[in-house]
Structure formats: structure tokens, C-alpha cells
């Protein structure tokens, strides 16, 4: 599937990265389809987002 994607929106893809949909609104309740972007996003980088993420005193 990203693969595809990464090929309609011209983006090439390294096999360490994937596509991400980042919203432009990130109140969860309120989110309207089509405001955010694809971006390309490196494996490492998502590790480690999803750490601090998992940890229970983050605050988003």
C-alpha cells in the first residue's frame, strides 16, 4: 500500500522509511478529512516517537 502511495504522490521511499498522514488538526474529535499531508517518515524516528508516546506522563 505505501508503496503505491509513495508512487501516486511521487515520493520515493528508502526501505528504512514509510508515509505518514500528518494532520494539520490534531484535536482527534474535530478532525475534518483532507487537512494534513503525506510525509515521509524514517523508521528510527517513528521508534522513538512511539516510546515517548507509550510513556504515561506524556503530555500531547
Known amino acids: 500500500?505505501?508503496?503505491q502511495i509513495s508512487e501516486k504522490l511521487n515520493i520515493p521511499?528508502?526501505?528504512s522509511q514509510f508515509i505518514v498522514f500528518k494532520y494539520n488538526n490534531y484535536n482527534t474529535s474535530?478532525?475534518?478529512i483532507g487537512?494534513?499531508?503525506f510525509?515521509?517518515?524514517n523508521r528510527?524516528?517513528?521508534e522513538?516517537?512511539?516510546k515517548i508516546?507509550?510513556?504515561k506522563n506524556f503530555i500531547s
Open 35 to 37: 487537512t494534513g499531508k
Open 1 to 3: 500500500m505505501y508503496k
Open 48 to 50: 522513538i516517537i512511539k
Open 44 to 46: 528510527s524516528d517513528y
Open 13 to 15: 521511499l528508502s526501505s
Open 30 to 32: 474535530n478532525r475534518k
Open 39 to 41: 510525509s515521509k517518515i
Open 53 to 55: 508516546k507509550n510513556k
